[in-house]
């Protein structure tokens, strides 16, 4: 089958890789490169590396809405297009083109968490189980028929990265078998429940601000859920302080504020108030700095008991 892949960050290219086993990857759309943050230097995406490396050709239209794009689109004239973490909203006409039509793997048990961010939105939300639907694209957004999905529990000790990166294999997995059933005309669909679904949207700098008066769990699963990206974090001295990892400490100290440093623990970290109990700070990463420690902190004496953290 010959197949027009859509996608751009590192979710997607287990997908692409495993899509060549069998079939023929006639060209890959991805977003436009942006220059990193530090030297402005232009970075492929993954998808885009991916593609030279096995020779490939590769397209980064502006839109996909226009009717250039279309045009392109007529002219490789894929049997299935699959879209995977592209980062487009694909128009009507393209969706129509195709023989077999046009797929999408989203990380998410469709219809919850559709939209942006689901693999951060299901541990935030402390979700017991993720993953993976394969789905027809319709113009609503994560609306389409599901053909497939693959699912994985959610560990206490999972975060955003230990779930993306079992979800985009389980991703892949589910896709090689979907066009495969779609190929032999043996794909079945199922209508997703509308009334059922949740949206997330992307989240933006102030949506990462720790919320010291939620629960322990809350807490917990909110920083996990950030970790490594976009990365939850708090005021310590009127400078920000990122907080990649905590552990849930299960004491109540009445006394004292939410937010408000109130004690240590040998070896781990300090610990801070919340609602109904108490978290450690496992791994910080104070403002122009590197990320330490919470054993570390507490040998460079980076909090006062009784500082609040705002």
């Given amino acids: 089958m010959r197949i027009l892949f859509m996608g751009t960050p590192e979710f997607a290219v287990p997908s692409l890789d495993i899509l060549r086993k069998k079939h023929e990857v006639i060209a890959i759309f991805t977003k436009v490169d942006k220059p990193n943050t530090r030297g402005k230097k232009i970075k492929y995406t993954p998808v885009k590396e991916y593609g030279l490396e096995n020779n490939i050709p590769v397209y980064q239209p502006i839109s996909v809405k226009t009717e250039e794009t279309f045009e392109l689109v007529?002219?490789?004239n894929p049997d299935l297009i699959v879209?995977?973490?592209?980062g487009r909203i694909i128009p009507n006409n393209i969706i129509e083109f195709p023989k077999y039509g046009i797929i999408n793997v989203h990380s998410s048990l469709l219809p919850k968490f559709r939209g942006a961010a689901p693999i951060n939105a299901a541990i935030i939300a402390g979700e017991k189980e993720s993953g993976v639907t394969i789905m027809d694209i319709a113009e609503e957004l994560d609306a389409g028929d599901i053909i497939l999905k693959g699912s994985t529990p959610i560990h206490e000790e999972d975060t955003f990265l230990t779930l993306h990166d079992r979800l985009?294999?389980?991703g892949a997995q589910k896709l090689f078998e979907a066009v495969n059933q779609i190929e032999k005309g043996i794909a079945k669909r199922e209508v997703q429940n509308h009334e059922e679904a949740t949206f997330v949207k992307p989240y933006k700098k102030t949506d990462c601000k720790i919320d010291w008066n939620k629960t322990e769990e809350e807490v917990f699963n909110f920083v996990r859920g950030?970790?490594?990206?976009p990365t939850a974090y708090t005021?310590?001295?009127e400078k920000v302080l990122k907080v990649y990892l905590v552990e849930k400490y299960n004491k109540i100290y009445e006394k004292s504020e939410n937010g408000e440093v109130?004690?240590?623990v040998k070896g781990k970290g300090f610990v801070v108030k919340v609602n109904n109990g108490s978290v450690?700070?496992?791994e910080i990463k104070p403002e122009n700095k590197k990320s330490i420690s919470g054993k570390d902190s507490i040998n460079g004496n980076l909090f006062k008991i009784g500082?609040?953290?705002r």
């Fill in 235 to 237: 005021s310590h001295n």
């Fill in 307 to 309: 500082e609040v953290l």
């Fill in 262 to 264: 109130v004690d240590s």
């Fill in 83 to 86: 879209v995977v973490a592209y």
């Fill in 280 to 282: 450690i700070l496992i």
């Fill in 226 to 229: 950030m970790n490594p990206f």
């Fill in 74 to 76: 007529k002219e490789l």
């Fill in 168 to 170: 985009k294999t389980i």
